[in-house]
Nanobody, 116 residues
């Protein structure tokens, strides 16, 4: 299984932006769907956005228009550009593949904290 390492989180004021990166230990070229998920304190992990190998994207309703997922297969990296951040976006953000997710495999994630 490919290993995934998330980075780019931090503390930002409401209305600010962050760009998260997810670096894979191997090629992601053959991985059809990659996604970003998040888990806020006391809440279940939820889907944020997904992207297919062909570039098709899907977003949770609350992120549409604010977040953009992208992937660079040459760098084996998936990105999540987050704009107009809100305090309710505070969470640990994870990237994953469908296979790893079904197997219950998750990385350490990256903490995003949005202050009001």
């Amino acid at each position: 299984q490919v290993q995934l390492v998330e980075s780019g989180g931090g503390l930002v004021q409401a209305g600010g932006s962050l760009r998260l990166s997810c670096a894979a230990s191997g090629s992601i070229l053959s991985i059809n769907v990659m996604g970003w998920y998040r888990q806020a304190p006391g809440k279940q992990r939820e889907l944020v956005a997904t992207i297919t190998s062909g570039g098709s994207t899907n977003y949770a309703d609350s992120e549409k228009g604010r977040f953009t997922i992208s992937r660079d297969n040459t760098k084996n990296t998936v990105y999540l550009q987050m704009n107009s951040l809100k305090p309710e976006d505070t969470a640990v953000y994870y990237c994953n593949t469908n296979t790893r997710r079904i197997m219950g495999l998750w990385g350490q994630g990256t903490q995003v904290t949005v202050s009001s």
